[in-house]
Each structure stands twice: as C-alpha cells, then as structure tokens.
C-alpha cells in the first residue's frame, strides 16, 4: 500500500489567497481611480494627492491607478475562472483552463510586480512622497507574484525562468517609456520664450491640477485680486503656476490700455499699482510673483496643497 503524497498548504489555498489579494487591490484602486477622476483631491494623505497630481499618474490621458485596477480584476478573475468549471463533468475544460491561467498569473505577477517596484522607486526618490495607497498597491502586488511563484507546483521550471524573465523584460521596457513620457510633459518653463503677441501676451501651456483649481477659486471667494499686464513675463509666470484651467477661475484686473481683452488701466491707477503683478489681499497691495503655497498661507486656504508647478519658481 503506498501513502498519497500529501499537497502542501499553500497548493491548496493559493488561487484562493491570490483571488482575495486581488479583490484588495481592485477596492484600493478604484478608490484611487475614483479621486483621480473625480478631481476632489481627497486622498486621505498629502503624500497622495502629491502623487495623484504628479506627471505620473497618468499614460496618456488615462489614469495609471485605471490602469492597476484592470490588472487586478484580470488577475481576480484568472485566479477564480477554474472554480467555474466543475471538474468531475468538464475534467479536461477544467484542467486546461487551469494550466493557461496559471501562465497568465504568473507573467501578471512578474510583471505588476516589476512595475510596482519601478512605482515605489519613483515615490521614494523622485516625487518624494509617501502614499500609504499606493504602497498598500504595491505589496499586494508582490504578494500575487509570490503566490503564483510558490503556491504552484511548476512542472517545467525553464519554462517558468523563460516567461518570467520575458514578461520581467517587457515590464521594464514599459516602465522606460513610461518615465520618459512623464519626464516630457513635466518641462513645464515657467518664464516665457518668444515675444508677447500684441495685446494678447502669451498661451498659458501648463495644466492645473485639482489643488490649483481649488485654491483659485478659495482667492476669488476671498476677493483676491492680481493686477496684471498681458506683456508682462512676470505676470505669465503667475499665470503658469496655476495652470490654464485654475487662471480662469482667477480674477484679474488688466492694467494694459492696449490690451485686446478687457483693459481696465484707470482701475489699476486707482488702487496705485507700480508693478507687476500686484496681488491685493486683505485690501493690501503684494507685488511680485507668489508661489501657491505662499499665496494659501496669506489667505488662510486649509485645501489641497499638492501644487504641481511651485518647485519650478526658484525666486
């Protein structure tokens, strides 16, 4: 009589361990996902919303936390899919879907891993900031790839060595192209480089983020004013640190009696502008360029401060 050879522990519970850890990170994704969306820039932490507003969060248009919280719920439903099939009736259905997803878990693993330490490196040395999320995203992550590893009993390994370095490889070249795409759309230059457009002045070409929409519309509920003049570099610097989006919601007076929109010099000369810009706050005149942080603490603003453009004024 021989003795069956018993299954260890973590054969038996792994799909089921992997399918729960995958459930986790679909709920903190989506989570994510939803403040990035959203635009509420409620995150629970500054860490977070520093993060969710960095050039790296996003490929393309598209959300990166969108894109975690497909690959969670491909990999929840790789791990799931055998159960569906009732093994006694659909025995070889069964076992071959449960070979197949076996493979998908496994290059999922590798490569959401790779990717997820490629993430962690830029939170701890570029963006510099902690996100209890995203490090929550992380370690899921690592806990899926260490399931499938070992929670598997791999009958060719160098089949296991070749996908795995392969799905390693294509993960890295990713996250390459990934960096530089983020590293592109970060050179914002605040300062202009061309000559004003007559009356006009310059396009403002950085996009606001949530804080900065938040903050401008706190000034404007204030009564904060900045007086301005379209030809003014200075002026375009202000208006590049909010970014487009946040400027319209800010209320500027035009002192330029040439300007094409709105020119209001006889206002300007009133409340004794010398300069530009020139902020009026609490009835005072502030001239100068502000960075966002500065201009929150002058007016009291306790909402988002995960500014995207302030490191860039070294003023």
Not at 60 to 70: E, I, S, Y
Request: glycine fraction near 8%.
């Amino acid at each position: 009589m021989t003795r069956r050879r018993q299954v260890p522990w973590i054969y038996q519970y792994s799909r089921l361990l992997i399918g729960i850890t995958a459930i986790l990170g679909i709920c903190v994704t989506a989570y994510l996902t939803w403040v990035k969306l959203s635009n509420n820039g409620i995150c629970g932490t500054e860490g977070c919303q520093i993060v969710l507003t960095s050039p790296y969060a996003n490929v393309g248009d598209f959300p990166l936390t969108g894109l975690g919280l497909l690959s969670y719920i491909a990999v929840a439903m790789m791990a799931f899919a055998p159960t569906l099939i009732n093994p006694q009736t659909k025995k070889a259905v069964h076992n071959q879907l449960n070979h197949l997803s076996w493979l998908g878990l496994l290059l999922a693993g590798v490569g959401m891993a790779v990717f997820s330490g490629y993430l962690m490196y830029l939170l701890a040395f570029v963006i510099k900031a902690v996100c209890p999320f995203c490090i929550a995203s992380a370690i899921f992550t690592f806990v899926i790839f260490g399931l499938t590893l070992f929670g598997h009993e791999w009958d060719d390994l160098g089949q296991v060595i070749f996908m795995g370095m392969a799905a390693a490889l294509v993960s890295l070249l990713v996250s390459l192209v990934f960096y530089n795409t983020a590293i592109g759309s970060e050179k914002v230059v605040l300062a202009p480089t061309t000559a004003a457009e007559p009356g006009i002045g310059w396009e403002i070409k950085s996009t606001s983020g949530a804080a900065e929409i938040e903050l401008a519309k706190h000034l404007t509920q204030k009564g904060v004013k900045m007086y301005s003049s379209y030809w003014c570099p200075h002026c375009y610097e202000q208006k590049q640190l909010f970014g487009k989006q946040a400027w319209a919601e800010v209320t500027n007076v035009e002192c330029a009696a040439d300007a094409k929109k709105n020119p209001q010099p006889e206002v300007c000369a009133k409340a004794g502008i010398k300069g530009f810009p020139t902020w009026i706050i609490d009835g005072k005149l502030d001239p100068g360029v502000k960075k966002l942080a500065k201009l929150g603490e002058l007016t009291s603003y306790k909402g988002n401060t995960a500014f995207r453009y302030d490191k860039l004024f070294t003023r």
